[in-house]
């Protein structure tokens, strides 16, 4: 079964908003990994977050970690219309062999 | 873009027909993935490789073989193509499989069984 669940599974923003995703998972994780799918293409890494870490940015980009609760979020901040695509998190799956996506978070961002 | 081409980009094809899509890179990574992605699953893995003749199953591997004979070429066989396998089929590729890898994707082979 698949490790990680997005939530929302679709949101809708103006641009300059913020857009907030969360991804849950199951088991414990050495890394959790956030995606990029823009339509019709393949998967683009965005962040990386390691287990050990509550917390990273890169960009506009802001990922947060909770191990506790097995839960990431991933917020993009002042967000474009160009962010306007599927965004998945990823896990590495319980025999750490390969990764497991969730269902992902459709976000369209309009002007 | 890291090296990975998926052929043929689209198929369609005739239930009960083998089908072979195809992975290849040229990054020199020891692992490649195949995932489908259909609407509301999200990406399943299908196999997986982590070497020349290494592979391994994934969460959906019921009616698809794998065949990993060269590093850089990773085939993916429907050995009777159903409808149900109507789907995009993504490949990846890593490094390694250490904690924090990034795979790297291919743009795709959009498949119809009819």
């Known amino acids: 079964s698949q490790q990680g669940e997005e939530d929302p599974q679709a949101l809708s923003i103006q641009e300059g908003e913020n857009a907030t995703m969360n991804c849950s998972y199951k088991?414990?994780?050495?890394?959790l990994q956030w995606y990029r799918q823009n339509s019709g293409r393949g998967l683009v890494h965005l962040i990386l977050i390691r287990s050990n870490e509550r917390e990273k940015h890169s960009g506009r980009l802001r990922v947060t970690l909770d191990t506790s609760k097995k839960s990431s979020s991933l917020l993009i901040t002042a967000s474009r219309a160009a962010d306007t695509a599927s965004y998945f998190c990823?896990?590495?799956?319980?025999?750490?062999?390969?990764?497991?996506f969730g269902k992902g978070t459709t976000l369209s961002v309009s002007s | 873009d890291a090296g990975i081409t998926q052929s043929p980009r689209h198929k369609v094809t005739e239930t009960g027909t083998p089908v072979t899509l195809r992975c290849h890179q040229t990054e020199n990574h020891r692992y490649m993935y195949w995932y489908r992605q259909d609407p509301g699953h999200g990406l399943r893995l299908i196999h997986y490789?982590?070497?020349?003749?290494?592979?391994d199953k994934g969460e959906v591997s019921d009616g698809y073989s794998v065949s990993r004979s060269k590093t850089e070429d990773f085939l993916l066989t429907l050995e009777s193509a159903t409808s149900s396998q109507t789907s995009v089929y993504f490949c990846a590729i890593s490094e390694s499989n250490r904690a924090g890898t990034e795979a790297f994707f291919g743009q795709g082979t959009r498949l119809t069984v009819v």
């Open positions: 490789s982590y070497g020349v003749k290494d592979t």
């Open positions: 088991t414990s994780i050495n890394n």
């Open positions: 990823a896990t590495d799956g319980q025999a750490g062999t390969a990764l497991i």
